[in-house]
């Protein structure tokens, strides 16, 4: 068994409950399940939960995602951290609310849940507001933002800058189809919306605020991430993040080739088993591995103090 073949075992071996005869890991990979009785991949699955890692990019909400929910499914799959936001609202009110659920989940899971704040750079006074409430009640880092403005627009400049102040990271919701980087291709309903940011936006912002620590969301969110993460060399400050219902084969490993290990930040955007296959399927060296499971972020965390060890 390689690494190649784990996507097609380890979805149902890393999520253990949907599997009759599971049994819990010894001491050392404790956070997870695996099958008493599934072929010799155990090991693989074993190693994978093994890794020490954090997700930079995970939901939260009131129904279907609650912090117990996240905390479950993280403990599945070895995942010791994840920052978390919630995308609810569009004025400055609801998304006070909505950031409120995840002070919550901060506070039931402190071991667990890192958090994330989500602000409208539309409203830019209140955002800022926000950004500060946010970050002295513990939050790590900004974002997921969203496709109201492209991450170039002015109106992002502000938030950029708070966030240098407060020395954390910004992270981006991004998209590769066609439409969404060449107009001219753009077909309404089924590429993402125009105002959503691609690779070559990014470049624009890492020359503007070389100082920043900003990360283009998830490279397997849909589209030409090949395209993405070639443009994303000219942007030598931009991290990109792993996550993406997208499992290409090749994916993270032309990532390593193209922006280097030290760039690429581990996340599941939710798709939990999808996202940590993709590290192991990849044909990295033990400490690539390690620097986009757990080091990188954690890295990242470090000017504001907020790293996890």
Not at 9 to 14: E, K, P, Q, V
Not at 131 to 148: A, F, H, K, S, T
Not at 244 to 261: E, H, P
């Amino acid at each position: 068994m390689n690494r190649r073949r784990f996507l097609g075992y380890g979805a149902a071996a890393l999520a253990g409950s949907a599997i009759p005869g599971v049994k819990t890991l010894g001491a050392t990979a404790a956070t997870g399940t695996i099958p008493a009785q599934r072929g010799d991949y155990k090991d693989l699955v074993r190693e994978a939960i093994s890794y020490r890692k954090i997700d930079l990019h995970n939901h939260i909400n009131e129904s279907s995602r609650k912090a117990a929910d996240i905390d479950e499914s993280c403990r599945r799959v070895g995942i010791n951290y994840t920052a978390v936001s919630n995308l609810g609202g569009r004025d400055p009110e609801s998304i006070r609310e909505h950031n409120n659920l995840v002070l919550e989940g901060m506070r039931q899971y402190p071991d667990r849940i890192l958090g994330s704040c989500f602000v409208n750079p539309g409203y830019t006074r209140e955002s800022l507001e926000e950004i500060d409430r946010c970050v002295d009640q513990g939050m790590v880092m900004v974002g997921e933002l969203y496709d109201d403005y492209k991450i170039n627009d002015p109106v992002y400049f502000p938030i950029i800058e708070r966030c240098i102040e407060h020395k954390i990271p910004i992270m981006m919701h991004a998209a590769a189809p066609l439409g969404n980087w060449r107009p001219e291709f753009h077909i309404a309903g089924v590429d993402s919306p125009t105002n959503t940011s691609n690779a070559e936006d990014f470049i624009e912002v890492s020359e503007r605020y070389p100082e920043a620590m900003i990360i283009c969301g998830h490279i397997g969110g849909g589209g030409d991430w090949e395209f993405a993460i070639n443009m994303l060399r000219e942007a030598p400050n931009i991290y990109a993040e792993t996550s993406g219902s997208v499992a290409d084969n090749r994916m993270i490993d032309l990532a390593v080739d193209y922006l280097g290990a030290d760039r690429l930040v581990f996340a599941t955007d939710v798709n939990y088993e999808t996202a940590v296959g993709k590290i192991m399927n990849a044909d990295l060296t033990e400490e690539e591995r390690k620097k986009i499971f757990f080091d990188n972020f954690n890295n990242l965390l470090k000017p504001a103090g907020n790293n996890v060890d």
